[in-house]
């Protein structure tokens, strides 16, 4: 039985990730999820898999060296699957530090504690062992309005303090599989959506804002493009670069779902108004009135779009929900789930919303 070392498995896309893991191998695997739960995790994402003889949680910080060695010396880790990182964009504008002690140097502490459990004496690797690092196609840069992708071999080009962290954590891992031969791959993928997703990105906080009649904040012009895939496909894609890809390389993952962010914002309140019950009172608040320009993001890219021809071609990966389905999907969960939303945006986050919306 492998065991997987999950990092940030109790935030958006790791707590997914589990799901898809245990739907598919059920006991045939062990699943360990470090988490030091920031504000963006969240246990109540795993209490259908809390009580599993074959999931352990362990509350730690990636950046703490002396846990994450303790926890390879304690358990036999067989794969990596490292997740943890701050991911926010417009957090990363206004507080860049712990973006770089995350994503950076935690990056380093796992590649340590990882190395030195794998490591034989003759400084090979033992059979087997795997480290998938999850990164992002922000690391890439911009693209201009249209026709360019981004390939794994297009230049890196990042330009916010999130985007620069995750290209520093992709060069670490890159340096070690170089340096020592280190058995890893990396991951570059579009921007997800789906359920857990932290009503701080667009696609959940525009759900929420609508719900309740508040308005939905649109930066710039909102023809800025992202390249949305639904989380359960990214998950599966981790899994096949694990399966099936070729150590040591990249892989970048994306569904060619290119949407302005207007679209976005429009398909949201279709659908909403499709869904909510009549004689739901939510439905009178769902409104085009609410759409509001506010300033820009500072820095802000302009288009994103991957091309997924080599995780097609070497694993069979195929992104298997349309975005009319997904988005359809994650909207009736965020509607099941209003407990799980209320309990996320009290406290902390009304601080936060204040604060960055105040002079947009
Ligand atoms: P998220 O913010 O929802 O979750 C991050 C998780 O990491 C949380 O559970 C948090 O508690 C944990 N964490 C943060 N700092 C930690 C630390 N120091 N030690 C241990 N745990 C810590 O993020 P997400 O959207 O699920 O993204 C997961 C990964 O996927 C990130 O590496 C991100 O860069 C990458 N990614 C995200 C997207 C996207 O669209 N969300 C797209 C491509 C790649
Ligand atoms: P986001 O979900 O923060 O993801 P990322 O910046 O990592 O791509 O933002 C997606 C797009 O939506 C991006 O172009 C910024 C824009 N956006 C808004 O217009 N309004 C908002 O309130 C937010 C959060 C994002």
């Given amino acids: 039985m492998k065991t997987y070392l999950v990092t940030g498995g109790a935030g ?26 920031t504000y963006a995790g969240n246990l109540e994402n795993l209490k259908d898999v809390q009580d599993r003889e074959n999931y352990t949680f362990i509350k730690a910080d990636i950046c703490d060296s002396a846990a994450i060695e303790r926890i390879f010396q304690e358990n036999t880790v067989d794969r990596v699957v490292h997740f943890a990182a701050e ?10 530090e712990v973006f770089v002690k995350t994503n950076v140097l935690g990056t380093l502490v796992l590649l340590n504690a990882a190395k030195a459990a794998w490591e034989l004496p003759d400084g090979s690797f033992m059979e087997g062992k795997r480290f998938l690092h999850v990164s992002t196609d922000e690391v890439y840069g911009s693209l201009s309005e249209e026709g360019e992708y981004f390939y794994e071999t297009t230049p890196y080009d990042p330009h916010s303090p999130y985007s620069a962290s995750k290209a520093s954590s992709d060069m670490l891992v890159k340096s070690y599989m170089d340096t020592y031969r280190f058995p890893a791959n990396i991951t570059n993928c579009s921007n997800n959506y789906g359920p857990y997703q932290f009503p701080e990105k667009l696609i959940p906080l525009m759900i929420h804002n609508a719900l309740a009649g ?15 895939l639904y989380v359960m496909d990214h998950a599966k894609g981790i899994d096949l670069v694990m399966e099936k890809g070729r150590l040591f390389e990249t892989y970048n993952i994306g569904g060619h779902n290119e949407k302005q962010n207007i679209e976005i914002i429009h398909i949201i309140l279709d659908t909403l108004k499709e ?6 009172e939510r439905r009178a608040l769902v409104s085009e009135k609410l759409i509001t320009y506010v300033t820009d993001r500072k820095g802000h890219d302009r288009r994103y779009a991957i091309a997924p021809d080599k995780i097609r071609s070497e694993t069979g990966w195929e992104p298997e ?9 994650t909207i009736a969960w965020y509607l099941a789930n209003e407990p799980w939303i209320e309990n996320v945006t009290s406290g902390d986050y009304q601080k936060y919303y204040a604060e960055m919306y105040q002079n947009r």
Avoid: C, Q
Avoid at 321 to 329: C, D, H, L, R, S
């Fill in 12 to 37: 958006f896309i790791g707590s997914n990730y589990i799901h898809y893991m245990f739907e598919k191998y059920g006991d045939d695997i062990r699943i360990l999820n470090v988490d030091k739960l």
């Fill in 87 to 96: 991911s926010h964009v417009d957090r990363s504008i206004k507080d860049p």
């Fill in 214 to 228: 508040k308005p939905l904040p649109v930066y710039g012009d909102g023809k800025n493009v992202r390249d949305w």
């Fill in 275 to 280: 869904l909510l019950p009549e004689g739901d």
């Fill in 321 to 329: 929900t349309p975005f009319a389905e997904g988005i359809k999907k």
